[in-house]
């Protein structure tokens, strides 16, 4: 059902972090080589704008919209035909967001350096952002609401929203993508999904004039599309499919443990499950759990397929300091710590896109509800990102503010370090001030 490695017995100190991660269960995806394949499609975007990103989706969707811009019509009537239940879960999922990025908010700074001499910094929203709602095995309503709560408290102006064309739905996204939209006042959103939507808000293509950032989730063929285009535009990470770790000892419920891994094995076949625990009992009732557990579940054969793959394991370990060593040098997307004292452990972990404590904070609950965001980084990513969040999409800009004595006093210092790296005009541009 699943692969176990024993690391019991390793000198887990005296390997580095390339070592550690040779040893760790890790998905083997090549955006590399995704990115040498959609280099062509993205090139065909830039120049051939809207027919381009047309054809794509009737090639890779297998559908052509009637037209790329979702008509307000459509948006509206999404929203009226919400089911109720699943709009009260969308409204609780929006206010709880907005709450906790409300207090991610930065404020404008002023530092005195010197009299007469200061900098601020200020807090400016880019102006106009794309977000990627994903809709391939899964369609993604939350991912509507993490991508545009948080640029909406920085401020952004115009936000576009894209997700790929429903064949079933003709032509336009879900209809429960369409009616978070119009549940947040998003008015631009786009029947565009893959490498193709990333290139077409990088670039532009038909009403959809180019945006300053990119941002969310996607498969490998998107993550690949936004590592060609950063530089054109920002972007968040090139966030991939998903992974739980859960770092447990023997007070962890296996059901609990189980029921985890399993709800983020459902997501895609290459979805990452791995377990790190210093307790052989909890291990084997873990996985005898799974076996009662994945054939009751919907997506039974594509959970087996995460559980069993390379990138999935039940990992053991001496020790909770050893596991913990571990599960920093995965650097899981999402880490649940269910151990004694599960919160010490948790504030000692240095490397994970969220971290979840303790038996009643289950990854699903930050999927939806938390308040926190699930846009998080990937494949080792979180050891040097972070989460998308309001400073993802603020830029800190520096203002300069010396009057003259303040100038004349830094004068000499400015002119000295010129001449150090023989840029005379550097000083003279002072210098010219006090003749």
């Not at 006042?185 to 959809?208: D, F, R």
């Not at 076949?269 to 076996?291: F, H, I, N, R």
Request: a negative charge; proline letters at 6%.
């Amino acid at each position: 059902m699943i692969p176990r490695t024993d690391l019991r017995g390793t000198a887990l100190s005296a390997l580095d972090a390339a070592g550690l991660h040779d040893v760790l269960p890790r998905a083997e995806l090549d955006v590399e080589a995704a990115a040498a394949a959609v280099a062509p499609l993205l090139a065909d975007v830039r120049e051939r704008g809207e027919a381009a990103v047309l054809e794509a989706g009737e090639r890779f969707d297998g559908v052509r919209p009637p037209s790329l811009r979702v008509p307000a019509e459509a948006l509206a009537q999404a929203l009226d035909r919400l089911d109720p239940a699943v709009r009260a879960a969308l409204e609780v999922s929006i206010e709880r967001a907005r709450r906790v990025h409300e207090d991610q908010r930065r404020l404008d700074h002023t530092t005195q350096v010197v009299p007469g001499g200061s900098v601020t910094e200020r807090w400016l929203p880019v102006r106009r952002v794309g977000l990627y709602a994903p809709g391939g095995r899964a369609v993604y309503p939350s991912s509507v609401v993490m991508n545009v709560v948080p640029a909406q408290v920085a401020g952004v102006e115009e936000l576009v929203v894209v997700s790929p064309p429903q064949r079933e739905h003709g032509g336009l996204p879900h209809p429960t993508i369409l009616a978070a939209c119009a549940l947040l006042g998003v008015e631009e959103v786009y029947a565009a999904g893959g490498a193709q939507a990333v290139a077409m808000l990088a670039y532009g293509a038909g009403a959809c004039r180019p945006v300053d950032i990119v941002t969310g989730p996607g498969n490998v063929w998107v993550a690949a599309a936004k590592r060609l285009v950063r530089g054109v535009v920002g972007i968040d990470s090139e966030a991939g499919p998903t992974e739980i770790a859960v770092l447990a000892d023997d007070s962890a419920d296996p059901a609990h443990v189980a029921a985890d891994l399993i709800s983020q094995a459902e997501h895609d076949v290459v979805a990452a499950a791995v377990l790190v625990t210093d307790s052989p009992a909890l291990a084997d009732a873990v996985v005898a759990e799974l076996e009662v557990q994945v054939p009751q579940a919907k997506h039974a054969e594509r959970i087996r397929q995460a559980l069993a793959g390379r990138q999935s394991a039940v990992v053991l370990v001496d020790d909770l300091e050893a596991g913990l060593r571990v599960v920093d040098a995965y650097a899981a997307e999402h880490l649940e710590v269910q151990t004694r004292d599960a919160r010490r452990w948790a504030y000692r972990v240095r490397n994970a896109g969220a971290v979840f404590v303790g038996p009643y904070a289950p990854v699903s609950l930050g999927d939806y509800a938390a308040g926190s965001n699930h846009v998080l980084p990937t494949g080792g990513c979180a050891c040097h990102s972070s989460g998308l969040s309001v400073q993802t999409f603020l830029r800190g800009i520096h203002v300069v503010e010396y009057d003259e004595g303040a100038l004349r006093d830094v004068a000499p210092h400015v002119v000295v370090l010129a001449q150090a790296e023989d840029l005379p005009a550097h000083g003279q541009a002072v210098e010219v001030r006090f003749r």
